[in-house]
């Protein structure tokens, strides 16, 4: 076993290293100052194909190809890109992705929260040094962004709008002037080349800290849209839970299709307020019932049934999942549920084992 094999979720640039050296490989197509790959392969690594000499990529991002491909080129340019988008769209997956094939490191990252300091997206100080010899360059600890400027890389800002807004405006000086100051020491950090920064917010956190006008210049927004259709949506549970399955080393058989599709429907039914059929309204829960959640469902349905069942996932294997997921609410929520239960789940051919199951979980 190899040291990798110990860690349950690699790097993006680890875990598809094969993918990206077999691009870089057929590559011949002009590439951006220090970039690994040329636009094309980007985008090509992030949507799937298979390439002149047999190659299969996989598929990172299933959707609107015209997405990613906007997303790539405003990197090509001296603009920020901003991920825009619903909870559960692929954000932060799109944004590990696109940096893993274009700098070859994804780890660049300021988590946003409430708490993020200034610091973390400009620089701190080591006060050992800084009390030994005075303030010096030897005694900053570069941010990631810094990092990032110095080695013409892509750094990654989640959750921007989580900052408190005084610290999302430093990033305007660094997007504008692709230049950091150092006032303590009468200096500066200029970027190199191939510097950017992709940033991701929600799409329900606005207003929570509002972008200045300023800083929404330096970016290029792309929306992540939610699945356009059931089939896509399937798709992408498919693909990412049977990736999870490996990298979990989760014993038992790889969920049935139709086992997924009737999450997918629930988790769409509830998201959009009426049935696949356009027949019936039905009251939507607090929940953002997302692509990301559906894929958590069936992942711990299918470790439910490996290790207290046959292996084989079926509806008592992922009620209890799905429940949890739909009721965040426990009067408002569970209304809705019940009410589901009973006038969609329970007529519906076929899917009466879900029904007693979430009734069962319910009770």
């Known amino acids: 076993m ?4 110990t860690i349950p979720r690699q790097h993006a640039e680890t875990q598809y290293a094969e993918e990206l050296a077999a691009l870089a490989a057929v590559d011949t197509r002009q590439r951006p100052p220090r970039w690994k790959l040329s636009p094309w392969a980007v985008s090509t690594y992030l949507l799937g194909g298979t390439l002149d000499n047999g190659v299969e990529i ?6 609107n190809a015209r997405v990613i491909e906007i997303a790539v080129a405003t990197l090509a340019t001296d603009r920020a890109l901003l991920l825009l988008g619903v909870p559960g769209t692929a954000k932060s997956w799109v944004s590990e992705h696109l940096a893993a094939a274009i700098s070859g490191d994804s780890t660049m990252i300021v988590q946003g929260t409430a708490g993020t300091s200034e610091e973390a997206v400009r620089f701190g100080w080591n ?5 030994a010899k005075g303030p010096s360059m030897e005694a900053v600890v570069p941010s990631p962004i810094m990092r990032a400027m110095r080695d013409g890389k892509i ?3 989640e959750e921007l709008t989580r900052i408190p807004s005084e610290v999302q405006d430093s990033l305007i000086t660094i997007l504008s002037e692709k230049m950091l100051p150092i006032a303590e020491l009468d200096d500066e950090v200029l970027a190199q080349k191939g510097f950017n920064i992709i940033a991701t917010a929600n799409d329900r956190d606005r207003g929570v800290n509002e972008l200045s006008s300023a800083l929404k210049r330096r970016f290029n927004t792309v929306v992540l849209p939610p699945p356009a259709t059931a089939d896509e949506e399937v798709r992408i549970v498919e ?3 049977a990736s999870l399955g490996r990298a979990l080393e989760l014993p038992g058989e790889v969920p049935a299709l139709e086992e ?4 997918v429907t629930v988790f769409r039914e509830l998201r959009a307020g009426v049935t696949t059929d356009g027949k019936r309204k039905i009251k939507a829960p607090s929940a953002s019932m997302s692509t990301a959640e559906a894929i958590s469902v069936i992942t711990n349905g299918m470790s439910l049934a490996a290790h207290f069942g046959d292996g084989t996932m079926r509806g008592a294997d992922v009620a209890a999942g799905m429940i949890g997921a739909i009721i965040k609410d426990p009067v ?3 209304v809705v549920m019940l009410e589901y239960l009973e006038t969609v789940v329970k007529e519906r051919e076929g899917w009466k084992d879900l029904y ?8």
Not at 127 to 131: E, P, S, T
Not at 260 to 263: A, D, M, N, S, Y
Request: proline share 0%; with cysteine; net charge positive.
């Open 2 to 5: 190899t040291a990798t094999s």
């Open 58 to 63: 996989s598929a990172k991002y299933i959707g």
């Open 127 to 131: 006060y050992a040094q800084l009390l």
């Open 155 to 157: 750094a990654r800002v």
């Open 239 to 241: 693909t990412r839970v």
């Open 260 to 263: 997924i599709r009737r999450v």
């Open 332 to 334: 408002q929520d569970r």
């Open 356 to 363: 007693r199951a979430c009734r069962d979980v319910m009770n």
